[in-house]
Nanobody, 124 residues
Framework: QVQLVESGGGLVQAGASLKLSCANS???????MGWFRQAPGKEREFVAA????????TYTDSMKGRFAISRDNAKDTVYLQMNSLKPGDTAVYYC??????????????????WGQGTQVTVSS
């Protein structure tokens, strides 16, 4: 059974960094894994995704250069390094995984599994 467990969220000041982790406890092959976030009163939005091999990554334009996604297949874990955090980054961050390659990577309905979310709060 696939279970995605996020960790690493917290309360930080603007300009700080955080590194989120997402562990796939089911040890099941996933074609790609990604991160989405949902701020209060807003729809969930795509952040970044990475292929199983790690060779392919994609980001929402506004987060390029500040956020970096990576994975460690030996640990079946995906990471999201977030730097220069802003109050606008405050949201619940969700890890997601997809089994297949079809469709866009930046839409949530192409993902098969989701974590419970981890809260990131950035104070000004």
């Amino acid at each position: 059974q696939v279970q995605l467990v996020e960790s690493g969220g917290g309360l930080v000041q603007a300009g700080a960094s955080l590194k989120l982790s997402c562990a796939n406890s089911g040890r099941t092959f996933m074609y790609a894994m990604g991160w989405f976030r949902q701020a209060p009163g807003k729809e969930r939005e795509f952040v970044a995704a990475i292929s199983w091999s790690g060779d392919t990554t994609t980001y929402t334009d506004s987060m390029k250069g500040r956020f970096a996604i990576s994975r460690d297949n030996a640990k079946d874990t995906v990471y999201l390094q977030m730097n220069s955090l802003k109050p606008g980054d405050t949201a619940v961050y969700y890890c997601a995984a997809r089994r297949n390659s079809g469709g866009r990577w930046d839409v949530e309905w192409n993902y098969d599994y989701w974590g419970q979310g981890t809260q990131v709060t950035v104070s000004s």
